[in-house]
């Protein structure tokens, strides 16, 4: 996603502070992850990339869970606490003083993480260039229900009716208010301000639309073009809704970069998932997190990478790969499992069912199948027969295990870590090291032990 232009004098005002009860779910609603990433996260991102870099969060107190997640997720954000739920005018209050200094404002839910950069942008042009003291985004729903209808006369706003206000004449008005307004901040605050309570001692946000009205200068309303961005969530099955659409959007963009989706319904891409050119994704496959894949490659079926650097020209089969980073033409699996904290350089070879944690394999290392490289330095040019195990555990703490370059490591090896085998050493089959190897000698047996003729080999 790219950031256009910074949109000087504005300020976001993104209001996350509800808990979303209707989500039946202990972890609050702007918390739910669309395509990997929170809701609010989503929305946030938006507002930054439409150029607006001052963003204010609303949150229920100043370090709760939501207000701890969106400083781990969205640098450069401001928190504002709500403290009692007094209803979405309040909370938009709640965030003016750390809105001070701005001239226009940006108030929007953290439930609508299917908001583009491009909506955003546009909303604050269009209240850019009017005299409107406030703009505030519509959508044409075919089921409207749930949300406010905008009322008009003349082509002219003249309010919102509440969802629980609406009767015969205005339930089936299809234009809604999706919950996105612009407003010049010295008519806003004091306008929230000024807003009286309800019986509830609530405040809302959507009395701002009437006051606007009022208003010599008047409100205006935007529409969207793409009705989905204004599907807010707020129960599970509006999630998996969003999930979907959010997920197509992923897989479309991706399509139209020059990235091959032999079965897009069973392709699942994270929204912070970057693939180059010419890379091709088999059915099943799942690419997670902050995951980024070179060009020229070929993965699937049935692979799972999360939060991989993956380069160009590397062959994936259907195998899981975490948090670790993959040099150019590489192949791997299928059914092997790379751990976190790996580093495979550049041609290496992963056989089937190879496990390797917390390691770095060399330039050109084969690694046979059925073997186990755990918390190893392995050099360049090594060759790891099928069954070798690095027995990294002694029952207490763990320990490294080193392999020079060159080395070759017979079928069916175990290495005891902490240990070191030199450069273009070499184990027999089935050994058990238990000590240093030096350079160039071949030991043999359980434990093993130098072979003196075959020193030098």
């Known amino acids: 996603m790219t950031t256009a232009s910074p949109a000087t004098g504005w300020v976001a005002v993104v209001l996350a502070a509800g808990r979303g009860t209707r989500m039946r779910s202990r972890l609050p609603k702007v918390l739910h992850p669309v395509a990997g990433r929170s ?3 989503h929305v946030c991102e938006a507002v930054r990339a439409a150029g607006c870099e001052q963003i204010v969060v609303v949150t229920a107190s100043a370090d709760d869970e939501v207000a701890r997640a969106v400083r781990a997720s969205v640098p450069g954000v401001r928190i504002a606490a709500q403290g009692e739920p007094l209803g979405t005018g309040h909370a938009a209050l709640a965030g003016q003083a750390e809105a001070e200094g701005a001239s226009r404002v940006l108030i929007l839910n953290g439930d609508l993480p299917l908001l583009t950069e491009r909506t955003v942008r546009e909303l604050m042009q269009r209240h ?28 002219k706003v003249t309010g919102i009716v509440e969802e629980t206000e609406t009767d015969a004449s205005t339930r089936g008005e299809p234009e809604v208010n999706v919950g996105l307004y612009a407003a010049d901040a010295a008519w806003l605050w004091p306008t929230l301000d000024a807003v009286q309570p309800g019986p509830r001692g609530e405040r809302y946000l959507t009395d701002i639309i009437a006051r606007a009205v009022e208003h ?34 992923i897989r479309r963009r991706l399509m139209l970069d020059g990235v091959t989706l032999v079965d897009p319904a069973t392709t699942y891409i994270d929204a912070g998932v970057t693939v180059a050119a010419d890379t091709t994704l088999l059915p099943g496959v799942h690419i997670l997190g902050e995951s980024s894949i070179g060009g020229g490659c070929r993965i699937g079926p049935n692979a799972v990478l999360r ?29 092997s499992h790379v751990r976190p904290g790996s580093a ?26 059925f073997s186990y490289i755990g918390d190893a ?57 238990t000590h240093d190897v030096p350079e160039g000698t071949l030991v043999v047996g359980a434990p093993a032990r130098i072979r003196p003729e075959r020193q030098g080999v």
């Open 377 to 433: 330095d392995v050099g360049t040019d090594v060759n790891i027969g099928a069954g070798t195990i690095t027995a990294n555990y002694d029952g207490v703490d763990k320990h490294r295990t080193r392999i020079g370059d060159g080395a070759f490591i017979g079928s069916d090896s175990m290495l005891i870590a902490p240990v070191e085998v030199g450069a273009r050493a070499r184990t027999a089959a089935g050994s058990v090291v």
């Open 216 to 249: 010599p200068d008047g409100a205006q309303a935007y529409t969207i073009v793409e009705s989905a961005e204004a599907q807010q969530v707020n129960t599970r099955v509006e999630l998996s809704r969003a999930e979907q659409l959010m997920r197509e959007r």
């Open 39 to 41: 809701m609010v996260r």
């Open 128 to 155: 850019d260039g009017s005299a409107s003291v406030l703009t505030f985004l519509t959508a044409f729903l075919e089921d409207p229900t749930g949300y406010g209808r905008v009322l008009r006369r003349m082509g």
């Open 344 to 369: 495979i350089e550049p041609g290496v070879h992963l056989g089937n069912y190879a496990e390797v944690k917390a390691s770095r394999i060399g330039a050109r290392t084969q690694i046979g199948h």
């Open 307 to 335: 939060d991989m650097r993956v380069g160009d020209r590397c062959e994936i089969g259907g195998s899981t790969l975490e948090e670790s980073t993959v040099g150019d033409d590489v192949t791997v699996g299928p059914y």
